[in-house]
């Protein structure tokens, strides 16, 4: 049987640190990835990512596990020397 969970606000343990839900439904990162690309593509750690793919010098393709809702979003990155 499967179980449902209705809430308005999350808090930690103590009864601090408290978040709405809609950030964490809206707002959170829905999708994350730390690779390296140097010498191969790897993952180092992913949340919702399935696969990555070499395409080519300075590009990698990332493919999600689930879709995002919509077209309606972006990505942001930085590069490292490793």
Known sequence: M???L???TLKDASGNNS?????VANGSAKAWVNFTGVSSTSSRDSFNIA???DSGTGHTTIA????MA???YTGSW???SD
Do not use: G, H
Not at 19 to 23: G, P, S
Not at 64 to 67: E, F, Q, R, Y
């Open 2 to 4: 499967a179980s449902e």
């Open 6 to 8: 209705r809430v308005n």
């Open 19 to 23: 978040v709405a839900m809609t950030y």
């Open 51 to 53: 696969s990555l793919t």
């Open 64 to 67: 999600l596990t689930s879709s």
């Open 70 to 72: 919509n077209a309606n």
């Open 78 to 80: 930085f590069t490292n």
